[in-house]
């Protein structure tokens, strides 16, 4: 698979997390880079959780520059996500068991297949690391996620495709490039559209929660900020970010 024109790529054998290593390279490059490791020590997801990442499965970041306003920064995420259903659609050949779930997950079979964490490096104007977990060897036991949490599932233990870090590192850097060109040539619509028909629990009743309350409703859209649309008893509400739980 040829790599994407104008990214850069660095494999470490060991570094503490891929997000860290970007922000202590971030201001000497000059262009978007992807750094893989190969083995972390140092893992985390949101909000500071750890993150479990044994040997063999995917560990990323992609740093880039984006010159959008601040505000439009977080739909890298929908980017992300698209490309990584299409990276693990060109790995195990079908779609089948895949889908989206907001604001930064991607499943399979209905459990956690790979995880999205997007920090900014340097404040406003800097750049941004988009850091990408994937269990593409081994998944974390349910006790290392939260009661009603999606469970961790692996890409072998769910479809027997075994494939190594580099190799999903070339499809997931060629099918990001694609959505990027999109976004940055188009803006927001057609990558809404995309995720959209790969979303999770579309039309059903799930349950938003935040560290100050928690809102359930029929999951209706996400709208043109990339908010996820409810639809309650009394009214519609749109949330910015927020933990999803399935009913």
């Known amino acids: 698979m040829n790599w994407p024109e104008g990214y850069g790529r660095r494999v470490l054998a060991e570094v503490d997390s891929t997000n860290a290593e970007a922000a202590r390279i971030a201001a ?27 040997a063999g499965n995917f560990a990323a970041t992609l740093v880039i520059r984006p010159k959008d306003s601040p505000d439009k920064l977080a739909l890298r995420s929908f980017v992300a996500a698209l490309a990584l259903y299409d990276a693990l659609a060109s790995v195990t050949g079908t779609e089948t068991g895949l889908a989206l779930k907001w604001p930064n997950d991607v499943l399979l079979n209905g459990g956690k297949l790979a995880g999205i964490l997007l920090e900014g490096i340097g404040g406003p104007g800097g750049h941004l690391a988009i850091g990408i977990g994937v269990n593409l060897l081994a998944a974390p036991g349910r006790d290392a996620v939260e009661p009603g949490a999606v469970p961790p599932v692996s890409l072998l233990g769910e479809t027997g495709v075994r494939v190594l870090p580099e190799a999903f590192l070339a499809a997931l850097a060629a099918a990001y490039a694609t959505h990027e060109a999109r976004l940055t040539s188009y803006g927001f619509e057609p990558i809404r559209t995309l995720w959209l028909a790969r979303a999770a629990r579309l039309g059903e009743v799930i349950t938003a929660r935040t560290a100050r309350d928690s809102v359930t409703g029929v999951f209706e859209t ?14 519609r509400v749109s949330v910015a970010a927020a933990e999803i739980f399935f009913e």
Do not use: F, H, Y
């Open 222 to 235: 996400v709208d043109g900020t990339g908010q996820l649309v409810l639809k309650t008893p009394k009214g």
């Open 28 to 54: 000497g490059l000059s262009g978007p880079e992807w750094i893989l490791g190969l083995r972390q020590t140092a893992a985390r997801g949101r909000r500071g959780r750890p993150w479990v990442n044994p």
